[in-house]
């Protein structure tokens, strides 16, 4: 007698195209949500879905959904912002976000915001004439966005970390 698996617990079918499909179910906030993993052997899928359940299972459940760069970043300044640091130092967070930051990836979903994205920021700001010591300031602040939204569980890491941020010049100024 073969033992049955329970509900969301995975299962791996193939596909009429070939390609071979892991299935398992994880619990958000909104109730259970199906979870699709692809793969074109059904061992490199079964693998990848032991990981996905190791993962699930150890808390760690990526869901940022549907939500955008341009979400996340508000709902960051109001609810983990605000009334954490000095009011100017809000006032600019808001600045970079709003001037900066939503104009240029605000519509991008935040699950796919990669580290590419943010280096072509970077580059755009430079290019269009911003000193970099600004840059160096909005790499701060969609950092630490960045870093909670990770923390969050909303993205698997931060698209930030590996980017480098512009190095300020150090202009001698003559007495």
């Known amino acids: 007698m073969t033992k049955r698996r329970g509900n969301n617990e995975g299962s ?23 979870r699709y993993i ?13 990981r996905a359940l190791a993962d699930r299972d150890g808390g760690l459940t990526y ?8 979400e996340h970043l508000n709902r960051w300044l109001n609810d983990s912002v605000r009334d954490t640091v000095r009011r100017r130092t809000w006032e600019r967070y808001e600045q970079f976000v709003r001037v900066h930051l939503i104009p240029a990836l605000g519509d991008l979903k935040l699950a796919k915001l990669t580290p ?34 990770a923390a969050d569980g909303l993205i698997p890491r931060n ?4 980017v480098t941020p512009p190095q300020p010049r150090r202009e001698e100024i003559p007495p």
């Open 12 to 34: 791996i079918y193939r596909r009429k195209d070939g390609y071979w499909v892991g299935q398992y179910g994880v619990q958000t906030a909104k109730g259970i949500k199906q």
């Open 38 to 50: 692809y793969g074109k052997t059904r061992a490199a899928v079964a693998e990848k879905l032991t």
């Open 63 to 70: 869901d940022a959904g549907n939500m955008t760069v341009g």
């Open 116 to 149: 590419a994205h943010v280096r072509g920021l970077y580059r755009e700001k430079l290019d269009s004439g911003l000193a970099p010591r600004t840059v160096l300031h909005i790499h701060r602040a969609f950092s630490k966005a960045l870093k909670q939204a």
């Open 159 to 162: 698209p930030a970390d590996p």
